[in-house]
């Protein structure tokens, strides 16, 4: 059934509400959408600072021989739970409060290097992997960020040495991707000093066994019959918490314990607020780039794995009088393994020097990294099953295992889908802005003939230049050329679907899902190029290493580079309407 207008105007208010509220900067990504290329903000290649380097390289070893020799993943798997020795062993490391300040118990480390450990956790055990992430990215980091000094104080040395878990719970029946949806309501009391909450939460990972946790529910707006979702800090021994089922049996990361919840009339303090009232659904989107971040690098370690056990067993198993290796199509997957394992490093390294930075704006690019990492890994565990073949199905090989735990990543921190009209609709914003504004100063040419003017000359200069993409490296000229070309034609491709589609945009999902995979690709691209240049500029230590990495990085490039043209040239010559037909016929409407 077709939305009513009602309904279309409520979902762009809350759209409007969640996604672009306060001023609107001008990031990275959001510049791609301009057919802009910001080289400051990826040149060059971001690195572990000096300081850190020695630490981070121990406490990266520490964790891969813990991994190795405590971490048993097929047991986790079968027994669907993960140890208390392998959370205790993470708590000693120091892993479950990394990036925590010192004066709390935690290491301080950096998003990059604490993206180092994750990479190696997220190959050995994903499931571990995922516990992590919903403990410490999204868990301990929404009390990092917007919790009170006394909401800090009181909390987080606890969590930070592991010895209480924590959880983040915002998905419930009726709202997963769709989470300004959120039905818990939370009420306050007449004296204001406590909210009574009531609603239900699903798939929450560490729910059962969190005692923190950060609850998304609804408050009354004062003076109106609106709600606005809020973050409550709760612990279950609050009356009125229940776990209705501590661990729901799944597909696959089957030793996290997801929960299903209930809140019954429970009692919060209002200091238990987390932010400001009204504002919980910016703490979730902004924990959530913490967390696709490490996502990322999980992924990045798993494909690192696939690609070590794929090159080893294409080059020992002979089939027809020879190794799989010497096979082209074997050596296409072993290819596209090495390109994107490359290439995903780059752009976990980017995402997380942006946090680092301090940067203003990079929602974008960690949904760009989750969506296309994510996409990326899945394949890379498919091929590497088919160059397995049989013996992979089979439950004393890891790669069955490794499927089922990777599907979720496409699933988890926002469905990939969602995702793609989420980075298709907040990269066109600004430029639908910008077209708006030149649409209203063609009512008033003479009042407004400067904004004319520079809009005019803009469009101009776009059209008879490419974006400067500088590079150090003569030998990646090339490179750099070709990505600026690209750059300018997706930025000329924006404008040119706002312009034919205007305010229908909002419906054509066939048309976003094409912008937003061409912009992963170039932002992607983009952090490769990066590495790319650092790498023949510095060097890494290891020529047979840098060649092999360069080459990986170069064919990644054209791969990228073909899938972008692609896309956009399917804006103008597609299936679409045949697609809708087909679909609408075998769903009888």
């Known amino acids: 059934m077709a939305l009513t207008a009602q309904q279309i105007a409520e979902q762009r208010q809350q759209a409007e509400e969640l996604l672009f509220s306060g001023p609107q900067t001008l990031g990275f990504a959001?510049?791609?959408?301009?057919?802009?290329?910001?080289?400051?903000?990826?040149?060059?290649?971001?690195?572990?600072?000096?300081e850190e380097r020695d630490t981070v390289a121990k406490e990266v070893a520490e964790v891969r021989r813990f991994a190795e020799e405590s971490i048993d993943a097929a047991a986790i798997d079968r027994n669907a739970e993960i140890p208390q020795?392998?959370?205790?062993?993470?708590?000693?490391?120091?892993?479950?409060?990394?990036t925590a300040p010192p004066e709390f118990g935690g290491k301080g480390f950096s998003q990059l290097g604490y993206c180092r450990i994750m990479e190696v956790i997220g190959g050995h055990c994903p499931a571990t992997a995922i516990f992590v992430n919903a403990h410490h990215s999204i868990g301990i980091r929404s009390l990092l960020l917007f919790g009170t000094d006394e909401q800090k104080r009181r909390w987080l040395p606890s969590l930070v040495r592991g010895q209480d878990l924590a959880a983040f719970a915002l998905t419930e029946p009726q709202?997963?991707?769709?989470?300004?949806?959120?039905?818990?309501?939370?009420?306050?009391?007449?004296?204001?000093?406590?909210?009574?909450?009531?609603?239900?939460?699903?798939?929450?990972?560490?729910?059962?066994?969190?005692?923190?946790?950060?609850?998304?529910?609804?408050?009354?707006?004062?003076?109106?019959?609106?709600?606005?979702?809020?973050?409550?800090?709760?612990?279950p021994d609050m009356p009125g918490f229940e776990v209705v089922e501590a661990r729901m049996?799944?597909?696959?990361?089957?030793?996290?314990?997801?929960?299903?919840?209930?809140?019954?009339?429970?009692?919060?303090?209002?200091?238990?607020?987390?932010?400001?009232?009204?504002?919980?659904?910016?703490?979730?989107?902004?924990?959530?780039?913490?967390?696709?971040?490490?996502?990322?690098?999980?992924?990045?370690?798993?494909?690192?794995?696939?690609?070590?056990?794929?090159?080893?067993?294409?080059?020992?198993?002979?089939?027809?009088?020879?190794?799989?290796?010497?096979?082209?199509?074997?050596?296409?997957?072993i290819a596209y393994m090495a390109a994107h394992a490359f290439a995903m490093e780059a752009t976990v390294s980017q995402c997380a020097s942006f946090i680092d930075r301090g940067a203003e704006d990079y929602m974008l690019e960690t949904a760009m990294l989750k969506v296309w990492s994510t996409e990326a890994l899945w394949q890379i565990v498919n091929d590497t099953i088919q160059i397995y073949g049989g013996q992979a199905y089979?439950?004393?090989?890891?790669?069955?295992?490794?499927?089922?735990?990777?599907?979720?990543?496409?699933?988890?921190?926002?469905?990939?889908?969602?995702?793609r009209a989420f980075i298709a609709m907040v990269g066109m914003k600004s430029v639908g802005d910008q077209l708006l504004n030149v649409k209203n100063a063609l009512a008033h040419p003479v009042r407004d003939f400067g904004a004319l003017f520079s809009f005019g000359r803009k469009q101009l200069e776009s059209r008879l230049s490419t974006p400067e993409v500088p590079v150090q490296s003569v030998s990646l000229r090339s490179e750099a050329h070709d990505l600026g070309k690209r750059v300018a034609e997706f930025g000329r491709a924006v404008?040119?679907?706002?312009?034919?589609?205007?305010?229908?945009?909002?419906?054509?999902?066939?048309?976003?899902?094409?912008?937003?995979?061409?912009?992963?690709e170039l932002y992607a691209s983009s952090c490769t190029l990066s590495r790319l240049d650092q790498l023949l500029t510095m060097g890494n230590g290891s020529p047979a290493e840098l060649?092999?990495?360069?080459?990986?990085?170069?064919?990644?490039?054209?791969?990228?580079?073909?899938?972008?043209?692609?896309?956009?040239?399917?804006?103008?010559?597609?299936?679409?309407?045949?697609?809708?037909?087909?679909?609408n016929t075998f769903l009888g409407s």
């Open 495 to 520: 404008q040119g679907v706002l312009i034919r589609y205007k305010e229908a945009i909002l419906e054509r999902q066939y048309v976003q899902e094409r912008i937003s995979e061409a912009a992963c």
């Open 249 to 333: 049996p799944k597909c696959g990361i089957r030793g996290t314990a997801t929960a299903r919840l209930a809140f019954r009339n429970m009692p919060v303090p209002a200091e238990n607020v987390l932010g400001q009232v009204g504002k919980g659904l910016r703490v979730a989107l902004t924990v959530l780039d913490f967390g696709r971040t490490t996502f990322g690098a999980s992924c990045t370690g798993a494909s690192k794995v696939c690609l070590k056990a794929a090159i080893a067993h294409a080059k020992k198993r002979v089939q027809f009088k020879q190794t799989l290796s010497e096979f082209e199509l074997v050596k296409k997957k």
């Open 394 to 419: 089979f439950t004393n090989e890891p790669y069955e295992r490794m499927m089922r735990d990777a599907r979720i990543n496409q699933i988890g921190e926002g469905a990939n889908d969602v995702l």
């Open 175 to 235: 709202a997963g991707s769709d989470a300004a949806n959120v039905q818990t309501t939370a009420t306050p009391s007449p004296d204001g000093r406590t909210y009574i909450l009531n609603g239900e939460k699903r798939y929450i990972t560490n729910g059962a066994i969190a005692k923190v946790l950060t609850v998304m529910a609804r408050t009354p707006v004062a003076g109106s019959n609106d709600t606005k979702v809020t973050a409550f800090l709760v612990t």
């Open 85 to 98: 020795s392998v959370i205790d062993g993470l708590a000693r490391l120091g892993v479950l409060g990394m």
């Open 547 to 583: 060649n092999r990495e360069v080459i990986a990085g170069r064919y990644f490039m054209k791969l990228a580079d073909r899938r972008i043209r692609q896309n956009l040239a399917a804006l103008t010559e597609n299936d679409d309407e045949m697609t809708t037909t087909t679909a």
């Open 30 to 50: 959001k510049g791609l959408f301009f057919g802009h290329f910001n080289a400051a903000l990826v040149f060059p290649y971001p690195e572990i600072k000096q």
